[in-house]
């Protein structure tokens, strides 16, 4: 069984409401997919597009949720994903659809705004994409804060309605910030600095700050996340995560793909049907409960 803690099938989605999520060609993650390599659970990020000018914004993550429901949750055998016990409660031919939101922008500065969200099922929230709004900075932002008032009243709104904060995209400033402040933090999408060095990517401090929050890492397959070189390959997704298990991690890694949000892909790691290749080589290294953790229960036993 697969937990994959980030993709963007969403943002296409509302691009081309004429996708198929069962089974379209033009998506790298489609039910059809999942089912072939064991996929159980997949995050679908709420990703409002930076052209989406400032006040349609929420309009537009609404608009998102809404596809969530008609595309993606009507599906046969696909159930709406809000806590653990929803995820423990799927049947054996039944998948997991759970919402994210990828940035607070479409928030503004309104707390009710991310009350809203939470009433409509979002149960993971990262404060920004990679530059700055009103919550704080993002990791490409020059200025480099970290959290704001209302940043820190966000992390106090997901502690309190048990949601996850995620880290991915933050500013380093940011991020110690969170982890301060947060009851439930992951990082749904991020990779090694010390092997990469991709400012999206994890020094060894945070990293190890991530594991004694006993929190969860998504090794991601954003190819300029995993490697330097040209292409990158399925033995880069493993250097990466053996990285983390050798600080302590093994209980603390998972992966959390990026499919849908990416141009280019991992060799061999195309399309979430793909799986199977990392899968087998997992099976190489590592033991079958360990290749159970990495691939599904370590996020599933951070999900309140």
Known sequence: MIFDAHCDVL????????????????LHTTI?????VGGKVQVF?????EAVQAE??????????HLFKKHIISLPNVKWIQSQEDVLRLGKSEIGAMLSLEGCDAIGVHLVRLQTLFALGVRSVGLTWNYANAACDGILEPRGAGLSSLGKEIVRENNHYKVWTDVSHLSVRGFWDVIEE???????????????SNPRNLRDDQID???????VIGITFVPQFLTDKKEATVDDVLRHLD?????????SVGFGSDFDGIDQTVVGLGKFKDYH????????????????????????????
């Open 209 to 215: 700050a991530l594991l004694k929050k006993k929190s």
């Open 243 to 251: 990285y983390i298990c050798s600080r302590g991690g093994e209980y």
């Open 45 to 49: 990020a709420i990703f409002v597009p």
């Open 277 to 304: 290749n990392l899968i087998n080589q997992l099976h190489k290294r590592y033991s079958a409960d360990q290749v159970h953790r990495f691939l599904f229960s370590n996020f599933v036993q951070r999900l309140p």
């Open 56 to 65: 349609q914004q929420f309009d537009v993550a609404l608009e998102m949720i």
């Open 11 to 26: 943002a296409k989605l509302w691009w081309n409401q004429h996708l198929s999520v069962q089974d379209s060609p033009n």
């Open 182 to 196: 947060s009851d439930f933090v992951v990082a749904t999408h991020s990779n090694v600095y010390s092997l990469c």
């Open 32 to 36: 059809d997919g999942m089912k072939q």
